[in-house]
């Protein structure tokens, strides 16, 4: 497993790459980014996070999709509309990815994500 960004900075540059990458995969697939692209563009982000952190067990790189995607949807049902905060969506998953691994604490999650909403300018267009 690869080394963990050191400063939020370093993880808003892993995460913002990531993006930028997942983004380059769904216009990929359908030759544009829909707005149901753009809604499950998060899928994307264990993904990535596995990529980064170098996890070689398929058990763990699908543990990490799961967590994830159960994390995403008990959001979205808790609030319909958070569905369209792309960018937040593919963060979140990214950073639960690392979680349902112990990669990070839910405080450090929490302290990436309040850095991350302040100094990230969106990636993810809107329609």
Not at 9 to 29: C, F, G, P, R, T
Not at 56 to 66: H, P, T
Not at 105 to 117: G, Q, R, V, Y
Request: proline share 2%; with cysteine; net charge neutral.
């Amino acid at each position: 497993m690869t080394k963990l960004p050191r400063k939020n900075k370093h993880w808003m540059k892993e995460i913002s790459d990531a993006i930028s990458e997942s983004i380059k995969l769904a216009e990929a697939e359908s030759g544009v980014l829909s707005t149901g692209a753009k809604e499950n563009l998060f899928k994307y982000a264990a993904m990535f996070a596995a990529k980064n952190r170098a996890v070689q067990s398929r058990d763990d790189r699908v543990a990490m999709s799961r967590y994830a995607a159960q994390a995403r949807a008990r959001d979205f049902q808790l609030s319909p509309g958070d569905v369209d905060n792309y960018d937040i969506n593919f963060m979140l998953a990214y950073l639960d990815a690392h979680r349902s691994l112990d990669l990070i604490s839910e405080k450090k999650l929490d302290d990436i994500m309040a850095f991350m909403t302040v100094e990230c300018k969106p990636l993810i267009q809107e329609a």
